[in-house]
Nanobody
Framework: VQLQASGGGLVQAGGSLRLSCAAS????????MGWFRQAPGKAREFVAA????????TYTDSVKGRFTISRDNAKNTVYLQMNSLKPEDTAVYYC?????????????????WGQGTQVTVSS
């Protein structure tokens, strides 16, 4: 599985962005999908995940109510809608795919990673 993330950019605080992650391969619908992020000088952290059928969306506490993860299995694409962005959301965002049907926050549950897309939120 190859993953290509896009949609990052520079936005003012309070603004919105939608990240997309396009996956290759015919078995996309059988993978869990997740978004992680890494800010400068910090470890990579979990952001959101979704199960194979769009079930059980899971979020880290800091983005609950602001971010929404979704997927379109017909398009082999997972999305991360980010609203009410804050400067602390600034990071490189990575999408990931894992062999499993249930969403998980654990990095070990993901087998494939995209190249990352930069999100910068100005105050």
């Amino acid at each position: 599985v190859q993953l290509q993330a896009s949609g990052g950019g520079l936005v003012q605080a309070g603004g919105s962005l939608r990240l997309s992650c396009a996956a290759s391969g015919r078995t996309f619908s059988s993978y869990r999908m997740g978004w992680f992020r890494q800010a400068p000088g910090k470890a990579r952290e979990f952001v959101a995940a979704i199960g194979w059928s769009g079930s059980s969306p899971t979020y880290t506490d800091s983005v609950k109510g602001r971010f929404t993860i979704s997927r379109d299995n017909a398009k082999n694409t997972v999305y991360l809608q980010m609203n009410s962005l804050k400067p602390e959301d600034t990071a490189v965002y990575y999408c990931a795919a894992g062999r499993g049907t249930i969403a998980t926050m654990q990095e070990g549950g993901y087998d494939y990673w995209g190249q990352g897309t930069q999100v910068t939120v100005s105050s």
